[in-house]
């Protein structure tokens, strides 16, 4: 290949990909802000009063449309609540009893229920996709588990969202039931603006600010995302110095070896 044909085919290539990527943007939605995080970075840990807000914020707000299927009661020991504060709020939901003696689950058509258990997990808004869709103009609210890593810009994407709504710009075609949001793909959402001042009323006095809530929140879905989180840095720290360690014996050793030979 001649060479000025090898450069204009690396300048086509470079030009189309760089199409794609404002194709890409342009169906969309604006990239997340970088937020800075207490929990990013190699020694990073979640804040416990920002994670139990968050908590605050989860169960009497999103908790009315979203589930967070990987966590139970007693893991909310880890973002500082005692044993006997993760009793309490688990007894405050009514989980599925299970059988009774008579092998029944129901009892006139209503599910049997007792009070949840540090080992249940958190309940669920609704029976199935089918009831979420229809409570929600047909839209699914998604599972909160898994939302911080299941999109490339992580936790910034989710408080993002939280804050992005807006107007439309006039002239934007919406959509019946939808609002418009600055970071959602296609600009169009079938969340209503989850978040207003004062939606909660902080137990430690926090000033509840939609940008304070939507931090408080996605930190704890961060932490709800990967609990053990603090747990596999800390191992890494503990690798790392057993290897600094470890060179320095078979270093050491090495030159005893080395000493003899010479
Ligand atoms: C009234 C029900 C409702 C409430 C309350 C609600 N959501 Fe949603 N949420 C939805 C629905 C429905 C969608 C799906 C939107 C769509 O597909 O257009 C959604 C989507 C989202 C998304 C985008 C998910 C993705 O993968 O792109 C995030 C993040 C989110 N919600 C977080 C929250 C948080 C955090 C709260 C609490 C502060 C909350 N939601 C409260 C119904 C709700």
């Given amino acids: 290949m001649k060479k000025q044909t090898f450069i ?4 086509a290539g470079l030009l189309l990909a760089f199409s794609f990527n404002s194709a890409l943007a342009a169906g969309g939605a604006t990239p997340p802000p970088k937020l800075k995080w207490s929990f990013h970075g190699p020694f990073g840990t979640f804040d416990r009063a920002q994670m139990k807000r968050g908590w605050q914020v989860y169960k009497e707000v999103c908790a009315g449309c979203h589930s967070l299927h990987q ?23 009514e989980v599925a009893a299970g059988p009774n003696e008579d092998g029944e689950t129901h ?4 599910l049997l229920v007792r009070p949840g258990k540090p080992f249940d997990k958190l309940i669920k808004p609704f029976a199935n996709d089918a009831a979420a869709r229809a409570a929600n103009n047909g839209a699914l609210p ?6 911080s890593k299941a999109h490339a810009t992580g936790v910034d994407y989710i408080a993002a969202v939280l804050t992005g709504y807006k107007d439309p710009p006039s002239g934007f075609k919406m959509n019946e039931g939808m609002a ?4 959602f793909a296609g600009n169009q959402i079938a969340m209503p603006a989850p978040l207003s001042a004062d939606a909660v009323e902080y137990a430690d006095g926090t000033k509840a600010t939609v940008e304070q ?24 720290i503990k690798v790392i110095l057993f290897l600094i360690v470890l060179t320095a014996l078979l270093y050491a050793l090495k030159r005893r070896i080395w000493a003899k030979v010479h």
Wanted: without cysteine; charged residues 30%; proline residues 3%.
């Fill in 8 to 11: 204009a085919w690396i300048t």
């Fill in 71 to 93: 966590i139970y009661y007693r893991n909310l020991q880890d973002i500082g609540f005692s044993a006997g504060e993760v009793k309490k709020i688990a007894a405050e939901d």
């Fill in 107 to 110: 009892d006139g058509g209503e």
């Fill in 142 to 147: 998604p599972d909160l588990s898994l939302t």
């Fill in 180 to 183: 418009y949001n600055t970071y």
């Fill in 213 to 236: 809530m939507a931090l408080d929140v996605s930190t704890f879905l961060a932490w709800a995302a990967e609990p053990e989180m603090e747990e596999r840095k800390r191992l890494g």
